[in-house]
């Protein structure tokens, strides 16, 4: 397992953007797919986007798509995601994830393979 400590969140009017950070412990953070989730008030862990070791793959959930980038920075053990046109909807606590015991270079889009969390950041879209 690694740690992981995101930052970035805040309060942001609808149509803004945020760059949420994700930095991770550890030499190997090339070797194993990261991921983003979120969670909103009320409502289950969702899967926001994910990206494979080398980071070749990547994949996001429909709502996020065009206005959501996820990548990563293996030299400084980072993750981001860029979030643009951000809408009242996408209000939540979001979280970054490691798949550290899954091999290949491959991303997940569910909770199950991902062993490591960071503690969240908040994102607030209201006017």
């Known amino acids: 397992q690694v740690q992981l400590v995101e930052s970035g969140g805040g309060l942001v009017q609808p149509g803004g953007s945020l760059r949420l950070s994700c930095a991770a412990s550890g030499r190997t953070f090339g070797s194993y797919a990261m991921g983003w989730f979120r969670q909103a008030p009320g409502k289950e862990r969702e899967f926001v986007a994910a990206?494979?070791?080398?980071?070749?793959?990547?994949y996001y959930v429909d709502p996020v798509k065009g206005r959501f980038t996820i990548s990563r920075d293996n030299a400084k053990n980072a993750l981001y995601l860029q979030m643009n046109s951000l809408e009242p909807e996408d209000t939540a606590t979001y979280y970054c994830a490691a798949a550290t015991s899954r091999s290949g270079d491959y991303y997940y889009t569910s909770m199950l393979p991902y062993n490591s969390w960071g503690q969240g950041t908040q994102v607030t879209v209201s006017s």
């Open positions: 990206m494979s070791g080398r980071g070749r793959l990547t």
